[in-house]
């Protein structure tokens, strides 16, 4: 299996004969100077299925719905979010309400919460459990609100954290939001994720450019036995 960083909260997961891209925004170049997603992805043989978590212009690029006219097999699962949000109409893809679920036989995808409009989506693959939170966060905004209302953001993101913990033991890879702007405690949300989530492999997204401040979270993944993957640049491919 093959995750490549594509920028912000889009990553693509490359396995055997299909592809999964997460919220994709903005196309980047390979190394050769091509662009990852129109001039590689899409002209792959192999399966692809786009997911959404949510309408948030960072997050859903309508561009994804033309991706069909180039590409014969390809899904598309979306947050049901997507729909009532008028940004799609109800034949662009399969909707999913939170704990709800499509099955092809090969990928198992389940939306559940956010603290934010729409999903997260934990995927199961080959007994292989993972998760994109979409915008799920302990966005506390600590530094900007009152301590009533910072401890009534955690707890919301606490309660969803539960419910991930009941659908699986033990994540494989956890793609999670690690963004500067939340202030002096912006590694919070992470922090208490794979605290309470056993997860092997972590990725950082929502962190802009701040490669750096995303990074700083690898001490904190390793007290918990979570490997953190340092992610430097736009297009950068792990194999796991």
Known sequence: MTITYIFHSC?????DGFSVIFDFYKDVPRDNGS?????????K??????????????????????????????RYIFSK?????????????VYLEKKECFDDGRLHIEALGSTDIGHSFLLKYKEKDIFHAGDLNNWHWKD??????????????????????????????AMFPIDPRLGREYLRGA???VRRI????????????????ANAFGPV????????????????????
């Open 35 to 43: 662009l990852w997603i129109r001039d590689y992805l899409l002209r």
């Open 144 to 173: 900007e609100v009152p301590k009533e209302e910072a401890l009534t953001y955690e707890n919301n993101f606490l309660c969803e954290l539960e419910l991930l913990a009941e659908r699986s033991g033990r994540l494989y890879l």
């Open 221 to 240: 993944a390793a007290k918990y036995d979570c490997r953190y993957l340092d992610v430097m640049r736009r297009g950068q491919s792990f194999v796991l």
């Open 198 to 213: 056993r997860t092997d492999y972590f990725l950082p997204m929502h962190f802009s450019d701040r490669y750096d401040l």
């Open 81 to 93: 979010e997507l729909l009532q949000s008028g940004k799609t109409a109800p034949g662009d893809a």
């Open 45 to 74: 043989k192999d399966d692809l299925y786009v997911l959404c978590t949510h309408s948030h212009p960072d997050h859903f690029n309508p561009d994804i719905l033309l991706w069909k006219k180039q590409k014969d097999n390809i």
């Open 11 to 15: 990553y693509v997961m490359e396995a």
């Open 191 to 193: 922090g208490q994720f």
